[in-house]
C-alpha cells in the first residue's frame, strides 16, 4: 500500500513510546531458547522478531524468515548445534542473495553440518544440528557483526565454550559489546582482547533472570530527523531509553548536536529539542563504522536541510534488504539532490530545492521508507509500499500522525 505524506507542520511537543530494540530483543529471544530461565519485557514487536519466536519455536521443519537478516545469521548458529534436529533455513528472493558463506564456513570449522542448496554462499541452508566440540575458530570481522554475534550467543552452551579470533577490521563493534554485555548479564564469563572474544561454557542457569529491552535507537532515528528539520522549540519526548545504551545508534544523541537537536535523559525518556539552527561552513563528515543502519536517516536530514555531507563506514549498507547506497542514491537524485557513492561512502552535495510531490521506492527495504518521511514537513510526498515499516516499527505511521503528520491512502 502506498502512502500520500502532505506537507505538515507538527506540534510544539509530542510524547511517543517507541517498542523494545530489534537488537536485543533477537538477541535475548535466542538466549532464552538456550536458556528458558530468562524472562524478557518490552520485546520488539517488529516483524523480525515474531519471524525469530516462530523460528525458535521448534515447530517447522522448514524455516522461512522473510527479510529478516538478523534471524538469519542466529537462527543458522542456533539450529547448528541443536543435536539430531533437521532444518531447513530460508528466506525472500533478497535473502537468497545475501551471503552467509562467512558464518557457514566458521560453523562448519566448529564441526557444523550445513549444506547450500541453491547458490554456494548463500540461503536457502540445509542444517543438521549436532554436537559442536570444538572451540576455536577464525572469522573475517570485516563484512557483518551478526556473524561474530551469532557464534557469541550460542558458545556459551557449546561443551568447551569459544575462542573466537577476529581477522581485518571489526564493523559495528557496538553491537558485538552488546551481545558480550547481554552474555554477562546471564553469568556468562567473556573477555574481548585485541582481537580475540573468549566465552565460556554455561550449561545452565541457575535462578530465574528478568531481562527488560531498551527501546530502539534506530527507530529513534526518524525522531532526530523530524526535530532538526522543525521550528525552534519544537520537542519530542520518546520512551524508553537509558543514557548508558547498549545499542550503536545510540550516538544519534552526539550526532545530532551538529543540526541544532539537543537530548536531554529523564528517568526512562529522551526529550529532543530543536536549540539552534545549523549553520555550517563545512560539510559534515562521519564514520558511521559502529552504526550503519543510520546512514539513511542522516542523509535525507542533510539533503532537507540543505547541507552537504561524507559519509564512510558504510561497506555493510551493500549486502542490506536492499544495496542501500544505491537505493540512496536513486531517490534522492528524483528529489533534485545529488550523491556520489563508493562500497563504502556516499556524498551528497547540498541543494536548496526540493523536487516536489515525488514518488519514493522503498526497495522492500523498511529503513528507506522511514528515512524519507521527514521530507513531509518540506514538501508532498508518496512513499511506496509503506508499510514495509512492520519489519521493525509498526506502529511508525501512527506515530507519525500523532506528531501531527497528514497522511493519507
Not at 295 to 321: D, M
Request: net charge neutral; aromatic share 6%; glycine share 4%.
Amino acid at each position: 500500500m502506498h502512502l500520500k505524506l502532505h506537507q505538515s507542520h507538527i506540534k510544539k511537543e509530542s510524547h511517543i513510546t517507541v517498542s523494545g530494540s530489534k537488537s536485543e530483543s533477537n538477541r535475548l529471544l535466542l538466549l532464552q531458547a538456550l536458556y528458558p530461565k530468562i524472562n524478557i519485557s518490552n520485546l520488539s514487536d517488529s516483524d523480525d522478531s515474531h519471524v525469530m519466536q516462530k523460528g525458535l519455536s521448534g515447530h517447522f521443519d522448514v524455516v522461512d524468515i522473510h527479510h529478516a537478516g538478523t534471524a538469519m545469521r542466529f537462527l543458522t548458529a542456533y539450529f547448528a548445534m541443536q543435536a539430531q534436529k533437521e532444518v531447513v533455513l530460508t528466506g525472500s528472493e533478497r535473502m537468497k542473495e545475501r551471503p552467509i558463506k562467512i558464518l557457514v564456513d566458521a560453523l562448519k570449522n566448529l564441526g557444523a553440518d550445513i549444506t547450500y542448496m541453491e547458490n554456494d554462499g548463500c540461503p536457502p541452508l540445509k542444517i543438521l544440528g549436532k554436537e559442536l566440540v570444538k572451540d576455536k575458530v577464525t572469522l573475517n570481522a570485516h563484512v557483518s557483526s551478526q556473524y561474530i554475534s551469532a557464534l557469541l550467543l550460542v558458545a556459551p552452551k557449546l561443551k568447551n565454550g569459544l575462542e573466537l579470533t577476529l581477522k581485518g577490521e571489526i564493523t559495528s563493534v557496538p553491537y558485538i559489546k552488546m551481545t558480550l554485555s547481554l552474555l554477562e548479564q546471564i553469568g556468562v564469563d567473556t573477555t574481548f582482547k585485541d582481537n580475540i572474544i573468549t566465552v565460556t561454557p554455561k550449561p545452565s542457569l541457575d535462578k530465574t533472570i528478568d531481562s527488560i529491552v531498551e527501546s530502539d535507537w534506530s527507530s529513534a532515528s526518524y525522531f532526530y530527523s523530524i526535530v532538526a528539520m522543525s521550528s525552534m522549540g519544537t520537542k519530542i519526548t520518546l520512551s524508553s531509553y537509558k543514557e548508558n545504551s547498549l545499542q550503536g545508534d545510540s550516538e544519534l544523541a552526539s550526532i545530532y548536536q551538529q543540526f541544532g537537536v539537543q537530548t536531554s535523559f529523564k528517568k526512562n525518556t529522551i526529550t529532543l529539542e530543536k536549540i539552534s539552527e545549523v549553520t555550517l561552513e563545512k560539510d559534515i563528515e562521519l564514520n558511521l563504522v559502529n552504526c550503519p543502519d543510520i546512514a539513511q536517516t542522516i542523509t535525507v536530514t542533510c539533503l532537507g536541510l540543505g547541507l552537504s555531507c561524507y559519509l564512510s563506514g558504510l561497506h555493510t549498507l551493500r549486502i542490506k534488504e536492499t544495496d542501500r547506497l544505491q537505493a540512496l542514491k536513486t531517490e534522492i537524485k528524483k528529489l533534485g539532490g545529488h550523491i556520489n557513492i563508493t562500497d563504502n561512502s556516499l556524498k551528497l552535495h547540498a541543494s536548496n530545492k526540493l523536487i516536489r510531490n515525488i514518488e519514493i521506492n522503498t526497495y522492500n527495504d523498511h529503513r528507506m521508507a522511514m528515512a524519507f518521511a521527514p521530507l513531509a514537513l518540506k514538501t508532498d510526498i508518496l512513499i511506496k509500499n509503506a508499510y514495509v515499516v512492520t519489519k521493525s516499527y509498526k506502529a511508525f505511521w501512527d506515530d507519525l500522525k500523532t506528531l501531527g503528520f497528514k497522511i493519507s491512502q
